[in-house]
């Protein structure tokens, strides 16, 4: 009986704090209870953390959109090195939240450590104009002896500033945007495609105004102080996360980490390897072995949570190779329009300015692709999986590195003329920049495709206390595809000796890697091709089944039900009173 009584007292906990789970939780930070309706008051928050998502997004872009321009003229790099520097600096930027979020999880807190980054985004952004600022333009003695920045010093200090960026970045969006401060656990697939849909169409808005607004600036107007508007609009950031910090310092739940899926993994291998030499064991998954009941230190919760994870894996290991596909329009891509005839009316096109054809077919795809959802959610009962735009979205992106290749070879075709970049003469080809455009078009495509239905399937087929993770495993794998992407860079040079990813694009043969990384795509879309059917119903088993599996849910759900089923017969006018009792 003190075991049944135990029990009794256990269910009774777990029900109430489920209970009180489905009233919803409170809003992270300080809670100014009763001064705000509640809807008004998520709104306010939706619109103060997606404001300073898109500053955040546009001191990013800011930085990146030029870099590569910035480093070949300004720094003297080579043009694999610059777009090394760019790859490494954006798959920084993608890892970072993650870092962040483990410390604001388990060594500082989140209020403080908020504070950290945001002061270490403004002082990398603070920083990039030093480097670029013409120093040789103001500071002139009597003598009339130029006093530059040496050019070790400058580097230095280019790279603690992007390190500094990087981190601030990560520290936004881990801890003042993550998904969760939308509010997105009540959604249904439906209403999450179309929210990442739209999330992503503003973010490629507002990028396609800082590549058109900001590389001007950088490259014709004030070339040295353009890097000031990132740093502008990293303060205008800071300044509304001060204002209302109370409200967007958004505070998940600590049910589940990444340290313990981590863990999980790690012991379910260990006792793998043992078992499997000394003994025989008939467990259906190996990730079983982690189980208390099997040997291992962690519950059936924890290790069903990192099972339904587990069969993502195979979604993020194909989205690398994709990734650093996408990673060549600030890499090679940027330096074939870099290369190209940029004037157009007796005007000189930016270099980043070309982006903008990539954000296009987005920007007009996601209307029609939110046309195309609403009637295929409502048109098919057993739901729909989104796993055929990234098959295409795959086949895009192969098809746009191809095109890629032939137009290198079509650019070397032409006389080389001058042009005058960043107050620097070049040698480039005179074919006009728009030849280009059909690789960019078919890159943006697939973007407009791969993106919103990777963060979907990513969300969506794990359970909710999982969701935060899954997330963070897609930015660890497309953070890995940047810094592949700048590992194939440095391994074509080096491996070729500087013929297939050259300085000088007409002394060498950068189609061949474009050609490269095409036919590894065309492997890559056919493997995840092969395996797209694990995600089209995936959601019911991950979801519906797992959230069904724990005894403390089950008995959760036979109490609603039993609540439901009195009732009915409370209202129900058929029954006498001696049937309803």
């Known amino acids: 009986m003190p075991d049944a009584d135990r029990r009794d007292v256990q269910e ?23 001064k705000l309706p509640q809807a008004e008051k998520k709104l306010q928050e939706a619109v103060c953390v997606l404001l300073v998502e898109l500053c955040e997004r546009f001191t990013f872009f800011g930085i990146v959109c030029n870099m590569i321009l910035f480093c070949t003229v300004q720094l003297g790099y080579r043009s694999y090195q610059a777009a090394i ?64 920045l040496p050019k070790r010093e400058q580097k230095i200090v280019f790279y603690f500033a992007l390190l500094t960026a990087s981190l601030g970045i990560g520290g936004i969006r881990a801890i ?50 353009g890097f000031l508007i990132p740093f502008v609009s990293g303060l205008m950031g800071m300044i509304t996360v001060h204002m209302v910090r109370g409200e967007m310092i958004y505070k998940p739940k600590t049910d589940s980490s990444l340290l313990t899926t981590f863990g999980v993994i790690c012991s379910a291998l260990k006792a793998c390897c043992v078992r499997y030499r000394y003994f025989s064991t008939g467990l259906t998954n190996w990730l079983d072995h982690a189980k208390e009941n099997h040997g291992g230190q962690y519950s059936e919760t924890q290790v069903e949570g990192t ?42 096109l930016p270099v980043a300015a070309m982006n903008v054809i990539s954000i296009v077919p987005l920007l007009i795809l996601v209307p029609i692709l939110e046309c195309i959802n609403s009637w295929l959610f409502s048109s098919k009962d ?47 080809s005179s074919m006009p920049c728009f030849h280009l455009a059909p690789q960019y078009i078919l890159l943006g495509v697939a973007e407009a495709l791969v993106t919103p239905s990777c963060s979907l399937l990513s969300f969506w087929l794990v359970p909710e206390r999982m969701r935060g993770i899954s997330m963070h495993f897609l930015a660890l794998f497309n953070g890995a595809g ?33 050609f490269f990384l095409a036919s590894l795509m065309m492997v890559n879309t056919l493997g995840f091709w092969t395996i797209a059917h694990r995600y089209n119903n995936l959601h019911q088993d991950c979801t519906n089944e797992f959230r069904g599996c724990l005894p403390g849910e089950k008995l959760l759900k036979h109490e609603k039900a039993i609540k439901h089923y009195n009732a009915v017969l409370e209202s129900s006018p058929i029954l006498s009173p001696m049937e309803k009792t």
């Not at 969760?180 to 490629?204: M, Q």
């Not at 001058?418 to 040698?427: A, G, M, P």
């Not at 592949?484 to 007409?506: E, S, Y």
């Open 307 to 348: 099972k339904s994870l587990a069969r993502l894996f195979p979604l993020f290991t194909f989205q690398i190779l994709y990734r650093t596909c996408i990673m060549q329009i600030p890499s090679g891509y940027y330096l074939q329009t870099m290369n190209s005839n940029l004037h157009f009316s007796g005007f000189v």
């Open 176 to 225: 003042v945007c993550p998904l969760s401060a939308y509010s997105l656990e009540d959604c249904g697939p439906k209403e999450l495609l179309s929210f990442f849909n739209w999330f992503h169409w503003l973010v490629n808005l507002n990028s396609a105004v800082v590549f058109v607004c900001i590389s001007y600036i950088q490259q014709s107007v004030a070339r040295n102080l």
């Open 85 to 148: 520097v760019n790859m490494c600096f954006v798959g920084s930027s993608t890892l970072t939240p993650v870092l962040v979020g483990w410390l604001a999880e388990y060594l500082v807190g989140r209020i403080k450590l908020v504070c950290i980054c945001m002061f270490l985004h403004f002082l990398g952004t603070a920083l990039l104009p030093v480097v670029s600022f013409p120093f040789e333009d103001v500071y002139i003695d009597r003598r009339h002896i130029l006093h530059t």
């Open 382 to 428: 057993n739901g729909h999986s989104p796993t055929i735009y990234i098959v295409v979205g795959h086949l895009s992106a192969a098809l746009s590195v191809m095109v890629a290749g032939f137009s290198e070879m079509h650019r070397k075709r032409f006389p080389q003329v001058e042009q005058t970049l960043s107050e620097e003469v070049l040698l480039v």
């Open 482 to 514: 940047c810094f592949m992407g700048a590992f194939f860079v440095q391994t074509a040079h080096t491996g070729t000796q500087g013929n297939w990813f050259p300085h000088l694009l007409h002394e060498g043969k950068l189609e061949r890697f474009f």
């Open 12 to 34: 009774k906990g777990f029900l109430n704090h489920m209970a009180d789970k489905e009233q919803g939780p409170l809003p992270g930070g300080s809670n100014p209870a009763g």
